[in-house]
């Protein structure tokens, strides 16, 4: 039933320790998002993938990565995580990125950085 | 991005209707209305969106005023479980991305 899947769902890693939070879905869609949310803000995309054609945001750091070896996995790569990289990463789907698909996001990976 | 201001907080009681106000007065013609909500610890999700006219489904209405520049979410029988913040976007479609504003904490109160 569940459509977009994160695992895991709390992941505690070291100051400067490599970290992959990882998303699938099962809805086809030709777009995967990766959010970051912060501690009581809104979340703010990272950068997305229109099937496989990469787009990072502007302010997005180089510390962060991302893969998508297929149309259902896209992986977030932490390089070196900093104590300001904990947070709740949030991955979301669209079919396309038309004005009315609906993004359909996953329950999210809660970041803890030691 | 239209930018959107939405009230911090509000509170209803169980069983009457929610209205959530937005202000999007520098909105576009061609830029959607978008509400989500997040319950705390939960991934965002979507309610409902339009564009001019008012919209209906099983979760809530949108009511857009005519010169577009306001709507108002309504929820028309809040329970303990639509307690979450509420989020109004304005949509600019040129790659899909959703600007989440600051949002507003609705709490239903029993």
């Known amino acids: 039933d569940a459509m977009v899947i994160q695992n895991p769902r709390y992941q505690v890693t070291q100051f400067g320790k490599p970290v992959t939070l990882s998303c699938s879905q099962t809805?086809?869609?030709?777009?995967m998002y990766w959010y970051q949310q912060k501690s009581s803000q809104a979340p703010k995309l990272l950068f997305h993938?229109?099937?496989?054609?990469?787009?990072n945001e502007a302010d997005t750091p180089d510390n962060f990565q991302s893969r998508r070896p297929n149309t259902s996995f896209c992986f977030l790569d932490i390089r070196s995580p900093g104590l300001g990289d904990a947070a709740m990463y949030l991955c979301?789907?669209?079919?396309?990125?038309?004005?009315?698909?609906?993004?359909?996001f996953g329950p999210g990976t809660r970041l803890t950085v030691l | 991005d239209a930018k959107t201001t939405q009230p911090p907080s509000m509170d209803c009681a169980e069983g009457r209707a929610a209205n959530l106000p937005c202000n999007h007065s520098?909105?576009?013609?061609?830029?959607?209305v978008y509400w989500y909500r997040q319950i705390h610890s939960q991934g965002p999700q979507y309610i409902i969106h339009?564009?001019?006219n008012n919209e209906t489904n099983e979760m809530a209405s949108l009511i857009i005023t005519e010169d577009r520049k306001s709507s108002t979410l309504i929820l028309p029988h809040a329970t303990l479980r639509d307690t979450a913040v509420y989020y109004c976007?304005?949509?600019?479609?040129?790659?899909?991305?959703?600007?989440f504003g600051s949002g507003t904490q609705l709490t239903v109160l029993p």
């Open positions: 979301a789907t669209s079919r396309e990125v038309g004005e009315e698909d609906t993004q359909y």
């Open positions: 809805l086809n869609h030709n777009v």
């Open positions: 993938y229109y099937d496989k054609d990469f787009n």
């Open positions: 520098t909105i576009s013609g061609n830029e959607y």
């Open positions: 339009g564009l001019k």
């Open positions: 976007i304005v949509r600019v479609v040129i790659q899909g991305q959703l600007t």
